[in-house]
């Protein structure tokens, strides 16, 4: 039987793995890239798709940092990993570690995290932390207690887990050929945008593409910090996995957004919220709402003239919409229901 390899074996020569490295797993990577036409004309641009990180194994493009980030944990004999988190961080950290056979600690800001995502966290196993104050706070006291020898902090400060998440530009052009003309995606931490700059970047190095995209970065205008120049005290949006107000990676992600000729801007929650439900009804797909704010930024650059409609993009879609399946529910229309007969429903169908 053949198992699909994992970011760690099939990018093996592009990561700073040894022979001492687990081949940690959960066969995470390998992700959909889909195609949408009716998206694309929505959006105003003559080609989209959509990289579906929702598909990996907890939902979140976090699986492809994490899994290396806790193998070169296990391979420095750590005995436990810890990191702060608005809820896909910890998902991920508390999956990988149960996997490696480590204990996980993960912080989380107080009454900010979709239930979808404590319940993972919770599942596998990890230490569930609960800390008064915002994901700015927890990630403080997160630092403080990473620096114990044998605990390894695992938030996007970990340079592993940046260098795990380039595999996603590696993907991306596999399946086009070479790099879109323009990469869309959601800005939190900042920790995503630089890992897939660096990613396209060495494709072009080492795997003979062609070209690099214009990177646009989508934040929440209630959590904008790179928009506005400074941290944001107390962040607000929809979207929990981008409502983050210090970005530990602050000065890379401004690089990736300069130096790609692209840019990172803010979108509204109506609009990410209009985005999000639309992408699920023209595409099929399910994401988070923190997800759409990628579409949504596009739209918007398009609208502003900032991207020509004659375009190749692809939007990254970071995390799966049942993260977050009470915000889903919230905006539902409620079931109609019926007697258990064929009339009322068609009554009910207006057929």
């Known amino acids: 039987m053949s198992l699909r390899p994992g970011i760690i074996e099939r990018w093996r020569s592009d990561l700073p793995v040894t022979d001492a490295t687990p081949l940690l797993s959960l066969q995470e990577g390998d992700t959909p890239l889909l195609p949408s036409a009716s998206l694309a004309a929505w959006v105003g641009v003559s080609e989209l798709y959509l990289k579906f990180e929702g598909a990996n194994p907890t939902g979140s493009f976090k699986d492809r940092g994490m899994v290396l980030a806790v193998a070169k944990a296990a ?11 608005t809820g896909n961080t910890a998902a991920s950290a508390a999956a990988y570690a149960a996997a490696a056979g480590l204990q996980a600690v993960v912080l989380l800001p107080e009454g900010k995290v979709a239930a979808g995502k404590l319940a993972q966290a919770v599942i596998y196993g990890a230490s569930v932390i609960t800390v008064r104050g915002n994901f700015d706070d927890a990630l403080n006291v997160a630092r403080d207690a990473g620096a114990a020898p044998d605990v390894s902090l695992v938030n996007s400060v970990n340079p592993f887990r940046i260098e795990g998440q380039t595999t996603s530009a590696y993907e991306i052009c596999d399946a086009l050929g070479d ?4 990469l869309a995606l959601p800005v939190g931490n900042g920790g995503n945008i630089t890992a897939y700059w660096l990613g396209f970047r060495r494709a072009v190095e080492r795997h003979g593409v062609r070209s690099l995209p214009r990177i646009i970065g989508a934040q929440a205008e209630g959590a904008a910090p790179f928009v506005h120049g400074h941290p944001i005290e107390s962040p607000e949006t929809v979207a929990s996995a981008i409502r983050i107000g210090n970005p530990a990676t602050w000065q890379p992600a401004l690089d990736a957004a300069h130096d790609s000729g692209g840019l990172i801007g803010a979108v509204s929650d109506s609009e990410i919220l209009d985005a999000w439900k639309t992408i699920a009804r023209l595409s099929g797909t399910f994401c988070e709402p923190a997800s759409a704010a990628s579409v949504a930024m596009l739209r918007k650059c398009v609208a502003d003239g900032a991207v020509a409609r004659d ?9 799966n919409g049942l993260k977050d399946a009470d915000r889903a529910l919230s905006v539902a229309m409620p079931p109609i229901v019926i007697e258990p007969d064929a009339g009322a429903l068609a009554r009910a169908l207006k057929w």
């Open 75 to 85: 391979e420095a004999g750590a005995r436990a990993i810890l990191c702060a988190s």
């Open 179 to 182: 790099a879109p003309t323009v």
């Open 311 to 319: 375009t190749q993009c692809v939007c990254v879609l970071t995390g």
